[in-house]
Each structure stands twice: as C-alpha cells, then as structure tokens.
C-alpha cells in the first residue's frame, strides 16, 4: 500500500496524503461521537422510560395500600357500627379522593363476585356485577383484578378503559389487592399515555442537550482540524524550504549555509554533507594512486586464494584416498572374521561404526567428482537393490536397538545410475536410524504404483521443525547426532536432475520420504 500510494515520493505528495489522513480521522472522529452520543441516548431514554412507569406502579399500589390500611383502621376501630353503615361511610370517602384534572388517582371496588361497590367515575355501574366485562382486545378486566388481587402480594393489570376527561378508550395499568375479611378488591390505576406524554417531554429535552453537546463537539473539531492544517502547513513549509537548500547546496558542489536552517535535525545533515564534500575532494587529489595499490593487493589476494582453494581441494582428495583403504580392509577383514567365527556383538558395533563411516565417506567422494564425471544410467533390479542395502546397514540399525520392517514387491526395474541411487537410499536409511527412537521399527516400502514406482522409507522420532530448510547444505536439526549436514542436500540435488519426485512429511513424531522412480517393463530388459 505504502508503495502505491507513495511512489515517486515528495513532500508535497506527503502532505497531500497527510491532510487526506487528517480529515479522514476528523469524520471518523465526528462519527464515533454521534453513534456514542446516539448510543447514550437510547440508553438513558429506556432507562427513563422503564424508571418512570416504576415509578407511576410504585404511585399506584401506594396509593392502594394506603387505601388498604385505611380500610383495616376503621373496621379494627369501628366494631361497635353496624357492618353496612361502616362500608357506606368508607365507599363515600373514598369516592371524594380522585384528580379532577386528569381523571386519575381514584380508588375502586369490587366484591369478589364482581359487584360493583365504588366508582367515583362510572358511578351509574353501583351495584352491577361486571365480572364478566371485557375490554376492546376481549380481556375480562374485573376478572383478572380480582384474581390477582387474591394474591399475597396483589398484582397488575394491563387493559383498556374509558378515559374520563377525554372520553376515549385508552391503555392502562392498574394495582389491585383484598381485604379478605370483606372479600374486596381495591384497585387504583394510571393511563399508560400520561406516562408517553412524559416521556415523550423528556426525551424532547434529553434531544435538545444532546444536539447541543453534538455541535460544541462538531466546532471544536472544526477548530482543531483548522488549526491543525495551519500548523502542519507553516512546519511542511519550513521543512521544503530547508530541503530546497540542501538540495541546491548538493547539486552545486558548495558547501552549504547551516545558519540557514530551520530544523536541527537538517543542519545535522548539512553539517556531515559540508564534510563528507570535504573528504570527497581530499580523496579525488590521491585516487588514481589507491586505485592503483588497491589493484595489485586484490591481484594478489586472489592469486593466494585460488592457490588456498587449489590446496584444499587437493587435501580432501588425498584425505579420501587415504580412508578409503584402511576403511575397506577393516570392512573386508570384519566380513572374513563373521564367516569364521559366531556372531560378536563387539564386532557388530565396529562394523555398524564403519558402514557409517563409509557412507560419510561416499557422500565425500561424490561431492569431489559430481561435477567432473559423468554418471550413465543402466537397468537396475530396484527391488533387489533395496533389500541389499538394507542388509548392508542392517548392523547398524541393530547396534541403535532399531528395527526394520520392510514391504519389498519383487522384480520391479528403474533406468538410473547405481550410485546415485545408493546415495539416496544409504543417506536416507542413514539418517532414518540417527534421528528414531530407541526401540522403534523403521518401514521400508517398494510398490509399483500407476505413474511409476514409489519407495517409502517411515521412522519414529521427533517431529522435523523446518522442513524448508531441510535440504540446505550444512543444515541439521540436531547438532548433537553429528555428521557434515550434506547426505539430505545430496539428495536433493540428484532427485532434482533426475526427474525423481520427493515429497517429505513429518508430523505427530512420525517422519516419512517417499521417492517416486519411473517404471520400466520387464520386456525391455
């Protein structure tokens, strides 16, 4: 992204972006703070909405409770007034206590039966029973009154009534509660729309803060962002102009006027551009001259390295020239003293230490004359071809308390070259046994498949970490096993030249190579 949108890069372009980024977070900032403002908003009015109808509940069962106990008082105090005389008087006042305004805050009852006992508003339903009244929506409202009103604690209704001063059917809630010793429900209510009318005030005032605060918050940024853009300007300014000087002190060879300069930073490299002009001209006075004795030192620095390299290489041949005799003696003379005499697991362990040994040392030897010689292929009996090298490392694996189980089909043929193939086959056997765990089996499959023959070697050990670099030379995943970190890369570099696909999976402590060799039929041979 930083290449595209910069490329090409100026000041100018910079500050163009800059300005860009600027107003970009300007507007995101805006809009953060609308949706966080807009968030609290319908926060706050539904916590004002849920707390101001608990409030008009809260409003109505006191005003029912206190009813309540005012019933309980007269007739705990009253036990000499005949019983109907007592209710009269009680039905009287409580038909007196309701708002004249608004038509609320009034108090009635209700026997259990359904009879009406006091309604300060519908005063002509006295003594009718509406316990089978319904609302608009088919709701029993004196039913539900009186059932809930049985309970311990009373409860609400919700349902719709009469409105009296407008005389329109509206929503509305209501407490009820007996007084069980007259089997009566005292009930009082609210409209649910004189709660909307308030609600809907405050949230007309809550609108009004909010738009404002929105504004104070949308000017201040507008400031900011102005002065922002004036600041960013007047520094982008003097930063071009201090560039400008460097850049004609640069282009015209002069030494340039520090004093000039804005920023400390550019008279740091106007200081060390000053000097490095200097020293430029103090080396052009000498250079032809040390170029000159440059020349001859590389001169003979690469003759000695040629010749360092030239030895080197003839060390490592003589070297394994030299081990090759004395290692084919002690293998030969291991194989004579076998045939002789019984197996000696001493013996074994010289003989698996020096088949080791020999494998490292064709690795050697074909490293020196991969790119000398050339290798031609011939017809070659894989299967059996695999089975002898698994006798020949066969003393190894079992001096490492390995195992190997092997799945060997018969008679099946590959045109390759016989040492690169034991190349493959002995590094890839070689480091199956260095990197298993002790007591573990070592798979060794050869099956003719569709597009060609497949060789699958599996051992147990742990997990290989980077299978990328798997195959660099001088790679190894684990420095205490030893060996140089070629036989892997060997291979890769014969699979490669040689059409043979390579594939390597190693996870949950379980490590397969699988070679994949074109097949030959049995009738060309």
């Known amino acids: 992204m930083e290449n595209i949108l910069l490329k090409n890069k100026s000041i100018n372009k910079v500050n163009f972006f800059s300005i860009i980024f600027g107003a970009v977070l300007f507007i995101v900032f805006i809009a953060v703070a609308m949706y966080n403002s807009y968030s609290q908003y319908k926060s706050d009015i539904a916590v004002l909405e849920k707390e101001y109808i608990n409030s008009q509940k809260k409003f109505i069962k006191d005003e029912t409770l206190r009813i309540l106990n005012f019933i309980e008082y007269k007739d705990r105090t009253n036990k000499n007034t005949p019983l109907e005389e007592l209710q009269s008087e009680i039905v009287d006042i409580i038909e007196n206590m309701r708002n004249e305004l608004d038509g609320t805050g009034y108090v009635f009852i209700y026997t259990f039966e359904g009879i009406n006992i006091a309604d300060p508003i519908l005063k002509e339903n006295a003594g009718k029973n509406l316990i089978d009244f319904t609302d608009p929506n088919g709701k029993k409202v004196i039913y539900e009154l009186i059932e809930v009103s049985k309970e311990p604690k009373g409860g609400y209704v919700n ?51 909010i738009a404002h605060y929105l504004v104070q918050i949308f000017s201040m940024g507008i400031l900011a962002f102005i002065i922002g853009i004036l600041l960013y300007e007047h520094l982008m300014s003097k930063i071009r102009g201090d560039i400008k000087n460097i850049n004609d002190g640069a282009k015209e060879l002069r030494k340039i006027d520090i004093s000039r300069l804005y920023f400390k930073e550019f008279q740091y490299v106007a200081y060390y551009m000053n000097l490095m002009q200097e020293n430029l001209h103090d080396l052009n006075k000498n250079l032809e001259k040390k170029v000159h004795s440059r020349t001859k030192d590389l001169e003979k620095s690469e003759q000695y390295a040629r010749e360092l390299v030239k030895q080197q290489d003839k060390f490592v041949k003589d ?3 030299e081990i090759n005799t004395p290692l084919s003696i002690i293998i030969t003379n291991i194989d004579l003293f076998k045939l002789k005499h019984e197996e000696n697991r001493y013996l074994s362990k010289i003989e698996a230490g020096s088949k080791i040994i020999h494998n490292i040392y064709n690795d050697l030897e074909y490293m020196i004359k991969k790119d000398r010689i050339e290798y031609p292929k011939t017809f070659i009996d894989i299967s059996s071809f695999i089975e002898s090298r698994l006798d020949f490392f066969y003393e190894v694996a079992t001096g490492n308390k390995l ?63 980077d299978l990328e670099k798997l195959f660099d030379r001088f790679y190894r995943e684990n420095q205490s096993r030893g060996g140089f970190g070629i036989g892997l890369n060997i291979i890769k570099e014969i699979c490669d030249k040689n059409g043979v696909e390579l594939n390597v999976n190693s996870k949950d402590d379980h490590t397969t190579f699988e070679y994949r060799f074109g097949s030959i039929d049995k009738e060309r041979l």
């Open 403 to 465: 195992f190997f189980e092997s799945e060997i089909e018969k008679d099946l043929s590959i045109e390759f070259n016989e040492t690169l193939l034991q190349r493959i086959c002995d590094n890839t056997l070689s480091n199956a046994i260095k990197y298993s765990f002790t007591g573990t089996v070592i798979t060794i499959k050869l099956l003719k498949q569709e597009n060609g023959i497949m060789l699958q070697i599996s051992n147990s050990g742990k997990t290989i970490r």
């Open 159 to 209: 349902y719709v009534w009469n409105k009296p001063t407008t005389n329109t059917l509206e929503e509305k809630v209501s407490y009820a509660i007996s007084y069980k010793p007259w089997k009566w429900m005292i009930g009082s209510g609210v409209y649910l729309k004189n709660v909307e009318e308030v609600i809907k005030e405050k949230k007309q005032e809550y609108s009004q803060k």
């Open 319 to 321: 070297a394994i020239h």
